[in-house]
């Protein structure tokens, strides 16, 4: 796998994708476009930090400027329903720190800067990657955006914050079909949530 690439830039494209020559090859690679600033003009040595994404068609290097850019990324992408593209969207608008922050401050807000993240994409976002990015698990009540419930069962407490994130009554019937009855809110909704993504 190749992990880091550095050498002289070629070219770059306004779509984000630059030319680099490592020991005479050109590695096409597609950056973020805060990256693609930062880069400079060409004729200049750059490191980037590489990530290989392996399709049934392509073999795609994305570059970083830094280590710590590319592991978000990948955290990004083990999300449900994040692609590449996403990925370096979410990046592009939020830096390794204020990604971490939006996500220590529960901040639905700021993720759905991002273009095409909505709320409930957000609100995924926010559950899964704080266990991905080594950060604490959000509280249910902060997600929602709303007041203590006081303590119904369990069940009752994912179903109204599947219906506070926009599902519909079939898709949060779907998601707690199999869902226990008893356990801990946050795991039961992460396992809702789950399903829901894989049934899309």
């Known amino acids: 796998m190749i992990g880091s690439l550095r050498g002289t830039l070629l070219d770059r494209s306004p779509?984000?994708?630059?030319?680099?020559?490592?020991g005479g090859v050109g590695?096409?690679?597609m950056v973020a476009p805060s990256t693609l600033v930062e880069l400079g003009a060409p004729g200049g040595t750059v490191l980037l930090h590489t990530h290989l994404?392996?399709?049934?068609?392509?073999?795609?290097?994305?570059?970083?400027?830094?280590?710590?850019?590319?592991?978000?990324f990948e955290a990004l992408l083990g999300a449900h329903?994040?692609?590449p593209a996403l990925a370096l969207a979410i990046l592009?608008?939020?830096?390794?720190?204020?990604?971490?922050q939006a996500l220590a401050d529960d901040d639905l807000d700021a993720l759905c800067l991002v273009p095409g993240v909505g709320k409930k994409t957000a609100a995924r976002l926010l559950l899964e990657l704080k266990a991905r990015l080594d950060l604490p698990?959000?509280?249910?009540?902060?997600?929602?955006?709303d007041g203590d419930h006081g303590a119904p069962a369990p069940r009752t407490d994912v179903r109204e914050a599947l219906t506070a994130l926009g599902y519909g009554p079939e898709e949060v019937r779907e998601a707690l079909r199999d869902v226990p009855h008893e356990g801990d809110v946050?795991?039961?909704?992460?396992?809702?949530?789950?399903?829901?993504?894989?049934?899309r």
């Open 15 to 22: 779509r984000g994708e630059v030319l680099l020559e490592v």
């Open 27 to 29: 590695y096409r690679v």
């Open 53 to 72: 994404h392996v399709r049934e068609d392509a073999l795609i290097l994305y570059g970083f400027a830094t280590a710590d850019e590319r592991a978000c």
């Open 81 to 83: 329903g994040v692609g």
């Open 92 to 100: 592009s608008v939020h830096r390794p720190l204020a990604l971490r």
């Open 137 to 145: 698990d959000s509280d249910l009540a902060a997600v929602l955006g």
């Open 186 to 199: 946050q795991l039961l909704l992460k396992e809702a949530l789950a399903r829901l993504a894989v049934s």
